[in-house]
Every structure is written in C-alpha cells, then in structure tokens.
C-alpha cells in the first residue's frame, strides 16, 4: 500500500514510518514541523516523500492524498497545553483537521484509516468496589488530596479502597481531565462517522503511555516519562508527584509503530477501537526510579504535590489488539527504561 503519514516527523509518527517502510509500505508524510517541536529539516529516510505543511490547508490537503490507499493520522495537538486557554487551538488542530482529513479522503476514494488516539479519552481508570462492583469514579476532591488521601472514591459508597482494574475498549469514554482529552474522543468520534457513513474501514489504537529514544526533551507534551527522562539526563532527581503510586502502562514506540503496521490488515468495515498497551501496568515511582538507576543518577522525591486533574490508576488491557490483529507487545519494561534511559532524546542540548 501506499500510506500517508500525517504528523510522520514527530516522535511516534517517524517510528511508523520506519515501521511500514519494513513492511514492504510506500510512505508519504505531511508535517507541519511546529518550531516546539522540531528544530531543522525532518530525519526521514530518502525514500520518503516529504510534504511541509498543515492538514488544515485544503490545497495542501487534497495533493498530499493523491495515489494514497490509506491514512495514518498522528498530526495532533497533544498535551496539557495551558489547559482552557488553548482550547480554541486544541480544536482547530485536532477536530478539525481531522474533519477536514475525512472530507478529503472521502472525496479521493480513499477508505482506509488508523487514527492515533489516546488512553487520555478514558479519564479516570476502571475499579471494583467491594460493595458495589464495578466502578468508574469521578475526579477527585481537592481536600482529599490535600489530605493526603490520593486514591479514588466510590461514586455510590465513598470509600477510597477500591481495586483498579484494567481498563477494556467497552469501558465509556469520560475525557473530562483535559481539553487534549475532549478532542481526542470527539476525534473518534468523527472517524467513526466517516466509516459508517462511507463503509470504510477506521481503527482508533488508543496509545498508553508512549515511550522511547527521540522523545522530546523537556517538554510539556511528552508525559511522565519524558519529564522524569529529561530530569536524569541534566543530573536532577525526578520529582514524583502524590505519593508515586500512581499506576499506568507504559509502551515502547516501537511496539506502537507494529500496532500501525497491524492495523493496516484490518479489512472489515466500520469502526474499531484498540488499547495499544504492555498489560504490564507500573507504578510512576517505577519509572523514576528504574531511569535514575541506569544513569546513576539520584533517587526519586516523592514530593506530594498533586495536580487536580490527574488520574490516579489508568492501565489497560490489549487484549482485543493481541486477538483480533495478531499484534504482541516485544519490549519488557526493564529493556525499555534502560534503552529509554541512555538514548538520545530530541532537541537535547549537548552536555560537557
């Protein structure tokens, strides 16, 4: 197939393009190259064409879709941004660039798309309350957190000893801890529209906690890991946040780029969601500690400050993905932070 790469210079999308060039894939990518992101000219092996701009650009747009048979679309806004504020430029980007995808796939013939999704669009994780059952909680108090009482509440009996389970691609959407979130989900929502409405095929793989070498340096975007990856790499503690228990699930880039790659060969029509997850859920203390460790480094802090709208457990099941595309995570967490831990991360500044 002949497959285009939307955000294909970024972090994840150049490990997707690597990763269909292997598969014997024709690679086109488009990439707006935001200067936060991106410091020169994009590293793409010579064989890919390489179009310089944004998917809003309708012109832009329509001449990069030309001979393409399917789509994998990771240009997005991500992150935190300054919350509220940025919402206008969340939507922009992510909402309607992805309209404006669909339009124009629809208007070349095109019926194949992979949309990068995010764990983010579940909110808080999945519980079992011993009373009640299964449990979705809603964020947490503020004065409980102050309080350091930092696990979730039932939302029927209000005790805070609840036992998080993974979450499953069933389990509904609740993106209200993020603006990203929002878009994210409505993103879902458009692609899933478009399959129906055109009989084509879109899969969503909802990434985890993405990981790996080239993640951005000291950036806002990249997550837990890459904060704690840019703390290690200048020689300062990573700071751990509430009392480092907080559990996710993180997975290695290249792991996310065979997800791409698999979900190529999904034929049926319609709409279809993946968790693209380890199943190997770990705790942020984890993280810190396994990153400091490879460098040498010193010890997490547990600080105890919190932020409001984090989530306290959110790890998934891959399940689905593993049955349905033949798909197997290959990178445990020990080699991955000790790779992730001494490779080079993107815009890093040289050290003596």
């Known amino acids: 197939m002949r497959v285009l790469v939307t955000g294909g210079a970024g972090f994840i999308g150049t490990r997707v393009v690597a990763a269909l060039l292997a598969a014997g894939h024709e690679v086109r990518v488009v990439d707006a190259l935001i200067p936060s992101l991106h410091s020169g000219p994009p590293d793409l092996p010579p064989d890919v064409e390489f179009r310089h701009g944004d998917i809003r650009d309708d012109d832009l747009l329509r001449s990069a879709l030309r001979g393409v048979d399917a789509v994998s679309h990771h240009a997005a806004m991500v992150g935190r941004g300054r919350e509220i504020r940025d919402a206008a430029e969340f939507s922009s980007c992510n909402d309607l660039g992805t309209a404006k995808l669909i339009v124009a796939m629809t208007e070349a013939g095109i019926d194949r798309l992979i949309h990068a999704s ?16 299964r449990v979705r909680p809603g964020r947490r108090l503020v004065a409980d957190l102050e309080a350091g009482s930092f696990e979730p509440r039932c939302p029927e009996c209000h005790r805070a000893d609840l ?53 951005p340096f000291n950036s806002p975007y990249t997550g837990v890991a890459g904060t704690f990856r840019s703390a290690v790499m ?119």
């Not at 995010?118 to 059952?133: F, L, N, P, Q, T």
């Not at 499953?168 to 458009?190: C, I, M, N, R, W």
């Not at 055109?198 to 790996?212: K, N, Q, S």
């Not at 020689?235 to 996710?248: I, L, N, T």
């Open 118 to 133: 995010s764990v983010a669009i579940y909110g808080e994780g999945r519980y079992h309350c011993a009373e009640h059952g």
């Open 234 to 352: 200048v020689g300062r503690a990573p700071r751990v946040y509430e009392d480092g228990r907080s559990r996710r699930d993180y997975i290695h880039v290249s792991d996310v780029a065979a997800a791409n790659v698999a979900a190529l060969g999904r034929d049926e029509p319609g709409f279809r969601a993946y968790n693209v997850a380890s199943g190997s859920p770990r705790s942020i203390h984890d993280v810190a500690t396994a990153l400091s460790t490879e460098v040498g480094g010193p010890p997490p802090i547990v600080c105890g400050e919190f932020r409001a709208a984090d989530a306290r457990h959110v790890f998934g099941s891959p399940a689905r993905l593993m049955r349905e595309l033949d798909w197997r995570p290959t990178v445990d967490f020990a080699s991955g932070m000790w790779e992730f831990a001494v490779a080079p991360m993107r815009g890093a500044p040289h050290l003596a």
């Open 163 to 215: 036992t998080a389970e993974p979450i499953e691609e069933t389990d509904f959407a609740a993106p209200v801890y993020s603006v990203y979130a929002g878009t994210k989900a409505t993103q879902e929502h458009l692609a899933a529209a478009w399959a129906t409405e055109t009989g084509g095929r879109a899969v969503a793989l909802r990434y985890f906690c993405v990981y790996g070498p080239d993640m």
